[in-house]
């Protein structure tokens, strides 16, 4: 008989975190008695086809240990699984990554022991699925956070070149002020926003299904998981001195209050670079460095997730 739960471990998630915390999760779910098979992946995308495998065969649970990339190729193996008509398995997520931002949008503790233990007292809901096709995938891919295009972007590129000793919200504030000066001259886009056309040069775009990105950056406060609506966050082209403001006031989810800024909501979004290109990320993985446009959309209530 399968265990109720299979445990994905990426190990080099939070720059070795994963690995390390290990110990930890297998005192909490023998603590807990959770009956669990644990694998670590092994490269790039394993996640994807693990989790697959396990929402085919019957697992209760397919928990993803790691960040937000980890989180990402779990769903998206999830979704590959449900897809084809097999999906028997809900998602959960034990957060070691970076910015673990999914998990905190989803309602998941941070601490390790309190999310180990949601495994077994937590309920499990109907979560939105989001969709995004361009860039390096035609074919597109799932997401469960959100898609960063322009500045979020790169600051998340930054990010992931700065040493391992630093992490965290350091390391995006960082690379933030390292972007201002790399990313200044936003690219002229035409977004059609549920059939709304907007043309002008935007600094970033954020499409969110949760609420945070880059661990601080609350690009969609008021988001809700499972209401299939997309939340964006479109930035104007601003001054350098604009983007310094902006960021305590993104940092606490109040940028509405910017002329700057807009927020609509919605199910289908097309993005095309008219002038420039977009650099694209989606739960922190990369779509694209230098993409043309973008297509993204929203599917709701699409897969179970434990949460509080």
Same mark, same amino acid.
């Given at each position: 008989?399968?265990?109720?739960?299979y445990?994905?471990?990426?190990?080099?998630a939070?720059?070795g975190a994963?690995e390390k915390a290990?110990?930890?999760?297998?005192?909490?779910?023998?603590?807990?008695?959770?009956?669990?098979?644990l694998?670590?992946?092994?490269?790039?995308?394993?996640?994807?086809?693990?989790?697959?495998?396990?929402g085919?065969?019957?697992?209760?649970?397919?928990?993803?240990v790691?960040?937000?990339g980890?989180?990402?190729e779990v769903i998206n193996?999830?979704?590959?699984?449900d897809n084809?008509?097999h999906?028997t398995?809900?998602?959960a997520?034990?957060?070691?990554?970076r910015g673990?931002?999914?998990?905190?949008g989803?309602?998941?503790?941070?601490?390790?022991?309190? *999310?180990?233990k949601?495994?077994?007292n937590?309920?499990?809901?109907m979560i939105d699925?989001?969709?995004?096709?361009?860039g390096?995938?035609?074919?597109?891919?799932?997401?469960?956070?959100?898609?960063g295009?322009?500045?979020d972007?790169?600051?998340?590129f930054? *990010?992931?070149?700065?040493?391992s000793?630093?992490?965290g919200?350091?390391?995006?504030l960082?690379a933030?002020?390292?972007?201002?000066?790399?990313f200044?001259?936003?690219p002229?886009?035409?977004?059609e926003?549920?059939?709304?056309?907007?043309e002008?040069r935007?600094?970033?775009?954020?499409?969110?299904?949760?609420?945070?990105?880059?661990g601080s950056?609350?690009?969609?406060?008021?988001?809700?998981?499972?209401d299939?609506?997309l939340?964006?966050?479109?930035a104007?082209?601003?001054?350098?001195?604009?983007?310094?403001?902006?960021?305590?006031?993104v940092m606490?989810?109040?940028?509405?209050e910017h002329?700057a800024i807009?927020m609509?909501?919605?199910?289908?979004?097309?993005?095309?670079?008219?002038?420039?290109?977009?650099p694209v990320?989606?739960?922190?993985?990369?779509i694209?460095?230098?993409g043309?446009k973008?297509?993204?959309?929203i599917?709701q209530q699409?897969?179970?997730?434990?949460c509080?």
């Open positions: 008989m399968l265990s109720k739960y445990i994905i471990v990426n190990p080099v939070g720059k994963g290990i110990p930890e999760i297998k005192t909490y779910l023998e603590l807990f008695d959770i009956d669990y098979d694998i670590l992946t092994e490269y790039p995308g394993h996640a994807i086809d693990l989790a697959e495998e396990a085919t065969n019957g697992y209760e649970t397919v928990v993803a790691g960040g937000d980890t989180a990402n193996g999830l979704m590959r699984a084809k008509g999906l398995s809900s998602l997520v034990l957060p070691v990554g673990n931002d999914f998990s905190y989803m309602g998941v503790p941070q601490n390790l022991e309190d *999310a180990c949601l495994l077994v937590g309920k499990t809901r699925i989001g969709f995004v096709k361009g390096d995938f035609p074919e597109g891919r799932y997401f469960g956070n959100g898609v295009i322009g500045f972007a790169v600051v998340g930054e *990010a992931a070149k700065l040493p000793f630093i992490s919200i350091p390391a995006y960082i933030a002020v390292k972007t201002i000066f790399l200044f001259d936003a002229l886009l035409r977004l926003v549920d059939g709304e056309v907007i002008q935007c600094l970033l775009v954020s499409l969110m299904n949760g609420k945070r990105m880059g950056f609350m690009f969609a406060p008021e988001s809700k998981s499972d299939g609506l939340n964006l966050c479109i104007k082209q601003v001054t350098r001195l604009q983007v310094l403001g902006l960021f305590p006031k606490s989810g109040t940028q509405h002329p807009r609509p909501m919605a199910k289908r979004v097309t993005i095309e670079a008219l002038s420039g290109t977009l990320h989606s739960d922190g993985e990369t694209c460095i230098a043309k973008l297509d993204v959309e599917f699409q897969l179970q997730m434990v509080e």
